[in-house]
Structure formats: structure tokens, C-alpha cells
């Protein structure tokens, strides 16, 4: 960019309004070139890594793929010494998405892709980065590359099709596949912002995180917690259903409550016995803790966290034991099966919650179930089982009551 290219963006900038409500990332309502200028602007002329950084640090975003991990700290992450021998590192956005309940990162990339370009760009400048890539479902190729051919400054991006399963979009497994390898997860000792793609230092962010920093970095650090809470700041899009009726994605402030969250998709939280926040790795909430916030403060007391931004209420005339066995057996199935808890326990844990599911009265069967979660919890190469033992630890806790039904017999839930 030019001296005055790079000063008309900065007065054009200045000329854009930061957002006022709560749709932010999902404001322009158009996924081309134009409207996002005349929605935001363009991208602020960079002020250095150092400024990014602190804003960053200050707005307390926390990454939207799952593990909340806060966006400053994985940038800061980078050693600076690598780049210092040579080694510039590689920046990947992330919108593998394997989980099934969500569809958050491919709408995002459909309704607004240069949103996350934007951020890719930014994040990409403030490493020096050596190489980019956007790693993505088929489905949203083309409408990404459509995004990346209307503008000259993106050309260093490279569009790479995701793989499909719930393990694909754990950050070593993306690393793999982009390697040429299986999209599965790595034993690793060494972290991927030591070496990672090519042995290169990997900064790897999901697209929801990446659409957040290209506004922080227009708008700053206050405008972003002007709305949200102190735990949850800025806005966070989810995808909400229920086994009744089908996903929305939603864009919504941090810590709005549950209830509000539901009733605003369209579903009546008084016909939920329970909604799975944080989707198939997270945890229940009975319909009694709907008053609770999307944050990780209210949610720690359930075990729960926002996850990627995933709701899916449980309808009331449903057995809630039917659909966790159906999951678990999904989850066991999903597995590298490389690891011993993977190939023996989850499958294990997934059959006997099975017999719990279909009215097999043994006693035992909880206990076994619980006895299985705590064996595998812990012991692989990724979290996959920990997050499988979590789901279903919470359905024994949550569901108590339907537990006892099926070991008397008296279970009256449509089983379908
Ligand atoms: S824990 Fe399971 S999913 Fe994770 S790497 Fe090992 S076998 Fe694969």
C-alpha cells in the first residue's frame, strides 16, 4: 500500500461508525467487497505488533474455536527469536468445524468473509508471517474464493478444503492435514508456536476469532467490551436448536442468558427438559438453570463452558438417555483410534450407556459408566476423550432421575 493509499484508508476509516448493536460481525448483511468497506471501512493503516498485542490483551477476547484460550496470549506465544533465526512463521484460519451441531464459522464465512480475511491479514502482518491459509469446509469454498478474487491485497492467502470429522479441527490435526498427512491429531511434545507446519512456528486461530480481531483492530479494545459482560466481553455467534426443531446461528452478547438466547431462536424453553451447551464435548443444564449466562463464570458451576458457541435444547417428551448413547456411540466412532482410551474405553462407555439406554435393569450400569469416564479422562493424545467422558458424565448427573426410571422400568419418554 502507497503513503497515500494508506492515509485515504486511515480517513476512510475514520469516516465509518463503530457498530452500535449487538450484530456486529454479521452487521453488512452482504458478503461482497462493497458493502463491507462501506459497512466498516477498511483495514486501519497497521500500527505494529506491539499495539495489536495490547489491544488485544485489553478487549479480552477469548478464541471462539472451543478452548477459549485468550487471542493475545497465542499471538504473544510466537517466539520472537524464531523469526529472529529465519524461521517466519506459518498463520492459519481455521473453520474445520467438525462438530455437527455447529454451523457457526461456515454461515460466518458465508454473510461475511472479508471479515475474516481481514483478520487473517491483520494477524499475518503483525507475525511476519511466511505463509497464510484458510482452512475450510467444501461448502464454503466457493464463496470464499469468490471473497479473495475481489481484492488484490488477499492474494497471499491460500484456500485449503478442511476434512470432514469431529477430530479434524483440533489444531494438530489441521497442521496435518495441511501437511499433506492425516487430518488426525498429533502426540505432541514440542507446541505448534515452536514448530508446527513445516517445522515452522503455527499460529493457528479459528475465523470467528480471526472476524473479531479485524474489528478490534479498527474499532479498539473498549469499543469491543462495550457490550458483554467482564467475563464474556464483545459478541459471540452460536448456533442454537434442539432435537426439535432445526439449528439457527445467532449472533448474541456475551453472557446473555440462556432462556433469552433460546426464546430468541424460536424455541420455547419451557418445552426443554435440559440444553447441551458447548455441543457434543460439553454439558448439560437442566431446563431449572435457564436464568444461567452463556459465560464461562455462570457455566463453571454446571461443568459447562461456551465452547464453540453451541446450544441444543432437549424437548421434555424425550429420553434424554436414548440421544446421550446415540452421541457417545458417534464420539467413539469419530476417534484416530490410536490411543488406548480411544480404541477400548470409548467404545466401551458408549455400549454400556446403551444398555442404560434401552431399559437393561443390571444396577451396575451407571457405576460402569462412570467407572469407564474416569478411566479414559486424562490418557490420550488429545481431548477427545475427556470431552466424551465430560458429555457423559454430565447426562448420569443432569438425567438422575431418567437413570432411575430405566433401571425400575418406568421410563415413559419417547425413545425414538
Ligand atoms: S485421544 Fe483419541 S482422538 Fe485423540 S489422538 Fe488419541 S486416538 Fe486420536
Not at 470429522?165 to 498429533?186: M, N, W
Not at 459482560?229 to 452478547?253: F, N
Not at 424425550?318 to 457417545?328: E, G, K, Q, R, S
Not at 484416530?336 to 466401551?348: D, E, F, K
Amino acid at each position: 500500500m502507497s503513503v497515500a493509499e494508506a492515509a485515504e484508508a486511515t480517513m476512510a476509516a475514520a469516516r465509518v461508525a463503530a457498530p452500535t448493536g449487538t450484530a456486529r460481525l454479521t452487521l453488512a448483511g452482504s458478503p461482497d467487497l462493497a458493502t463491507h468497506l462501506a459497512t466498516f471501512g477498511p483495514l486501519p493503516v497497521r500500527a505494529g505488533p506491539a499495539v495489536l498485542l495490547g489491544e488485544l490483551r485489553a478487549s479480552g477476547l477469548e478464541g471462539r474455536g472451543g478452548a477459549a484460550f485468550p487471542a493475545w496470549r497465542k499471538l504473544a506465544a510466537l517466539p520472537a527469536r524464531e523469526r529472529a533465526r529465519g524461521r517466519r512463521a506459518v498463520v492459519v484460519g481455521n473453520a474445520a468445524e467438525g462438530e455437527p451441531q455447529s454451523f457457526k464459522d461456515a454461515t460466518l464465512l458465508r454473510v461475511a468473509p472479508h471479515l475474516v480475511i481481514d483478520g487473517l491479514l491483520t494477524v499475518a502482518a503483525a507475525v511476519d508471517a511466511h505463509t497464510v491459509h484458510l482452512y475450510a469446509r467444501s461448502s464454503v469454498l466457493e464463496s470464499v474464493s469468490r471473497a479473495l478474487a475481489e481484492r488484490r491485497d488477499a492474494r497471499s492467502i491460500q484456500l485449503r478444503e478442511a476434512a470432514d470429522g469431529f477430530i479434524a479441527g483440533e489444531a494438530s490435526a489441521v497442521v496435518s492435514a495441511l501437511a499433506g498427512r492425516s487430518p488426525v491429531p498429533q502426540d505432541r511434545t514440542v507446541r505448534l508456536t515452536e514448530s508446527g507446519l513445516g517445522g515452522r512456528p503455527t499460529l493457528l486461530n479459528n475465523v470467528e476469532t480471526l472476524a473479531h480481531i479485524a474489528l478490534i483492530s479498527r474499532f479498539g479494545a473498549a469499543w469491543f467490551r462495550s457490550i458483554g459482560t467482564p467475563s464474556d466481553p464483545g459478541t459471540r455467534l452460536i448456533t442454537v436448536g434442539s432435537d426439535g426443531k432445526p439449528s439457527t446461528v445467532l449472533e448474541i452478547a456475551g453472557g446473555s442468558r440462556l432462556g433469552d438466547v433460546l426464546r430468541f431462536a424460536g424455541i420455547d424453553p419451557g418445552s426443554l427438559s435440559a440444553v447441551l451447551v458447548g455441543g457434543y464435548h460439553g454439558a448439560w443444564l437442566p431446563a431449572s438453570a435457564l436464568e444461567a449466562r452463556l459465560d464461562r463464570q455462570d457455566l463453571a458451576v454446571f461443568g459447562a463452558a461456551p465452547g464453540a458457541g453451541i446450544l441444543m435444547g432437549l424437548d421434555a417428551r424425550h429420553c434424554p438417555l436414548t440421544l446421550a448413547a446415540a452421541i457417545a456411540t458417534y464420539l467413539a466412532g469419530e476417534s484416530a483410534g490410536r490411543c488406548g482410551p480411544c480404541v477400548n474405553g470409548l467404545p466401551a462407555m458408549a455400549a454400556v450407556l446403551g444398555r442404560l439406554a434401552r431399559g437393561d435393569q443390571d444396577p451396575a450400569l451407571a457405576a460402569e459408566v462412570r467407572r469407564l469416564a474416569g478411566l479414559v479422562a486424562g490418557r490420550g493424545s488429545c481431548n477427545h476423550p475427556d470431552g466424551t467422558a465430560r458429555f457423559v458424565l454430565s447426562t448420569l448427573t443432569v438425567f438422575a432421575e431418567d437413570v432411575a426410571a430405566h433401571q425400575t422400568g418406568r421410563c415413559k419418554k419417547d425413545h425414538s
